[in-house]
Structure formats: C-alpha cells, structure tokens
C-alpha cells in the first residue's frame, strides 16, 4: 500500500474472486443490475473496476431467486468484474412512510405494489449470498440529518446489534454449506489490502469465486462519542472491511469532513473503508485524504440525466440557451469518447428534443470525469504528489475544485 506521509491518504489493491480494485476506488451506481443509460461494454471502456447493485430493488425486482438461478448477479447482468451490493436497509428507510423499524428488522411495502416485505440482519445477508456480489453489507439503520441524540444514539445501538446478528448468520451460511460455496470464518486473504505495489505482483487472485466479503457498517450521525462508541462494536464482532454509513445525508460539509477523519481513524488501517454514499468530485479528494478507500454515489448518473455534466470549469446546465451555437465539447479538458467527437451545442439539442442519447453521452462523460479523478488521486498518492493535488483543489486550481 502506498500512504502519503502527510495526510491519511492511501493507493492499495483490493483482491477479490472477480478482479483486482485499485483503490481509491470510485462505484458506479447500477441500482436495478444497471448503470442507466451504460452498457457493460461502455463500463468496461470507461475504465470502471466494480459496480454497487442496489439490494431492494432486486429483491423486488426481479426477485433474488431469479437472480440466482441465473448464476448470480455477476451471471445475469453479464458483469465478470467485482460487484458490491448494499444491504437494502437504506432504501427501505430513505422511502419515507413505507418503512417501520423494530428491534428485529424493518418492516416495508415496495413502492411497485405495495406488498409488504420484511427485512432483517439475516435476511439482507440472505439475499446479498443469493445475489452472489464479492462484497456484501450488514443492514445498518441510518438516521436523517439532523436528528436527535436519542435517536441518533438508538439506531446506532440498533445498528451495533444487527451488525453482530449479520455476522453470526453469515458464519452459520458458511457451516451449513448454503450452496455459495462459503466456509465460514473470514480469511484476511480474501479481500486485502496489499502492501506495497511491486508485493501485489506476486499475489494469486482469490480462487474461492463464491465467497463474499461481509462489510460493518459504523453509525453515529456527526457525534463522535456514538461514532467511537459503534466503531468498538463494529470492530469488536470483526468484518473484512469497514463503512461509514448515515453521512452526506444533509449535515454541514464540514461536519461531513470531521466526521469522516474521526471514524476512519477509528479503523483498522490494513482493511478497506468505504463511505457510503459520497460525493462531490472535490469531495472524494477530500476525504481520500482522510483515509477512505471506496466510495459510491448517484452524482454522476442522476447529474447526467437532469443535463448536469461536471467539467473542469465547473457544472454546467447544459440545457441551457447559452450552449445553443456553442461548439467546444463539454470539456475542452476531458479526454473521453463523448468530448472527442459531440459539441455542447448537439447535446443541448439532445436534451431539448427529449432524446435518450443525450442522458446517454451526459452519462458517459461525467462518469469519465469521476474515474479520471479517481486515477489522478491514486496516481498522486502513488507518486507522492497527493498534498499538491489537495492544494490545487483547495486553492481553486484543480479540475475539480468547483464540483
Ligand atoms: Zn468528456
């Protein structure tokens, strides 16, 4: 692993049964077994390393044991590249109203047709091994911003005692031989990171294809006490990598900031953190130097079809009337297929005329620029250059700085 001296950013390699992640690493979001808008192959020429599937939405639709009797995620999606999965439990409690948490699970009606459904620690377990992604995630509870200490402090116990009872049941698949080739106990071997570029080299892709990492996910809200007070019980049950859920959920962004270095200082530093659901370009560089390996959002895509792209000068609406004769690409920075060949001017025209090759080349581009920043972050740690990068995006100089 290579650490830069002076923050707490890292550049390492995750191994998992589906391929090797650089990290820091950026997922894409494909929440029904699809990036809107990409093809596997687009995904694959943009450079994307592992995708994060959304849990409830394939539990409703089309149902885990579709998913499974077709081979698994990895199968049905025709993605042989690293997959992660949530748990479904933030998008059960993010659909306000259809949602109602007890000490054993959380109760929900889908949003398709109002069945009711109930999920538990073990059930999400349950599902994300039918699904068969290389990195699954306890069912955490996460609160909105702001809440009180009451209840900031009940949902991170709650989360505490799911995470020990997500633990046990995926130690117990693994004895039962559930059919995922899953053997219990959690070897460090499995998903690591390693130390050191050149030792990397030598290393043997994991041969155990089935068997997922099991990530803990720490809560808290922006409390350090509770964030310190989950952590040790987080840490204390054991996972192969370690999350922070509950942040960038409307706190203040320097609160999202202290609150990402505290935790991550709270984790082992030989296994990989992950904040969830987070964020800007300027923030992924941001928090790279506060320790974290992975990170996960809609900006890009959900941007991408509202007709925001990011670019070096910033966002632009690109719907906008001012791009009407303008015939630079997006970004006269960017070297991806879409600034090559297409002009502001053609693709406002798209998102005026309602055609779908508009999200679609929207797409393409701002997730190029995600990706482009992730390589250049990792390249910066790397060669030790990362506390000049984050100086340039500070000062106002760097590509990202207005994202
Ligand atoms: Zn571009």
Redesign the pocket.
Known sequence: MARDPSTRARAGLLHTAHGVIETPAFMPVGTAGSVKGMTQEDLERLGVQILLANTYHLYLRPGHDIVRAAGGLHRFMAWPHPILTDSGGFQVMSLKGLGRVTEDGVEFRSHLDGSSHFLSPERAVEIQLALGADIIMALDECVAYPSSYEATRRAMQLTGRWARRAKDYYERAGIRGSGFGFRGEASCDRLTLEVGPAFSESRTPNPEPRIPALFGIVQGGIDRALRRENAEQILGIGFEGYALGGLSVGEPKGETYDVTEYTAELLPWDRPRYLMGVGTPSDLVECVARGIDLFDCVLPTRNARNAC?F?SEGRLAIKSARYARDQA???PA???????RYSRAYIRHLFQAGEMLAAILAT???L??YLDTMGEIRQAVISGDFVSLLCRVRTGSSKVSHT
């Open positions: 792209v670019t690409p997006l970004d960017c070297r991806c297929p879409v600034c090559g393409q581009h701002n190029h620029f």
